[in-house]
């Protein structure tokens, strides 16, 4: 079946640091992939996603790029802000299971002034 | 445009009990699913709605059940509660297409704790 692996948190960076979190995949047919982001006490947001190989996902400076080689898609940001703390969810939905998406376990990012 | 709105926010039953969620979708989306997030974990899907039908189930027992109505909006009902059943229920809206590339709208959630 469908799966995603995150890397495991937490995750603590200084602000303006580089942010990279991995997601690898595994799924039938061609999936969308996605991240969605969790702040405290609140639903997820789609933050991006990507539908196609070699598509760049991105939003709020954050990118990600849809890698069919290596089944991949992680998340990065060049200079991460206080603000961008919370928990990153990478996520796929697959065309031959089209109502149901599939989410890695999450991965806490705080972000230290 | 309003978002997806769940009630209520918080929730404690005792087991054996019954519960009903409460879902209201983005305006023009007709697709509703829920989720079960247990803490420190990612959602995990319960099923899917679309046009008053469930259209895609996971890995839940039938005591978990749901219903969409004719304005989108949708409940989860989960029966003889289960202290395994304690955690944020998330329902997520959207507009079908054919390959579900669009991504999620997703409410707040409810918060269940089952003593």
């Known amino acids: 079946g469908d799966s995603v692996t995150q890397m495991e948190g937490p995750v603590t960076l200084s602000e303006e640091a580089f942010l990279t979190i991995n997601c690898t995949y595994t799924?039938?047919?061609?999936?969308?992939l996605f991240w969605y982001v969790q702040y405290p006490g609140e639903g997820l947001q789609l933050l991006l996603k990507?539908?196609?190989?070699?598509d760049k996902g991105s939003n709020k400076g954050f990118e990600a790029t849809y890698r069919k080689e290596t089944t991949s898609f992680h998340l990065e940001k060049g200079s991460v802000q206080v603000s961008d703390s919370a928990v990153y969810f990478c996520?796929?939905?697959?065309?031959?299971?089209?109502?149901?998406?599939?989410f890695g376990d999450g991965t806490t990012l705080t972000v230290k002034p | 445009e309003t978002g997806v709105t769940q009630s209520p926010t918080h929730l404690i039953k005792t087991r054996g009990q019954q519960v009903t969620l409460r879902c209201s979708s983005q305006?023009?989306?007709?697709?509703v699913s829920w989720y079960q997030q247990a803490l420190g974990q990612g959602p995990q899907f319960i099923f899917q709605?679309?046009?008053?039908?469930?259209?895609g189930r996971g890995n839940f027992p039938p005591r978990f059940s749901g219903l969409q109505f004719p304005n989108y909006s949708s409940e989860l009902n989960v029966n003889a509660l289960e202290l395994d059943d304690s955690a944020l229920y998330l329902c997520?809206?959207?507009?079908?297409?054919?390959?579900?590339?669009?991504?999620?709208?997703f409410g707040s959630g409810t918060r269940l704790t089952v003593v």
């Open positions: 997520a809206s959207s507009g079908r297409t054919v390959h579900t590339d669009y991504g999620y709208t």
């Open positions: 799924a039938t047919g061609y999936p969308s």
């Open positions: 990507a539908t196609k190989a070699d």
């Open positions: 996520a796929l939905t697959s065309n031959t299971n089209a109502g149901k998406s599939t």
């Open positions: 305006s023009g989306h007709n697709t």
């Open positions: 709605y679309y046009r008053e039908e469930e259209n």
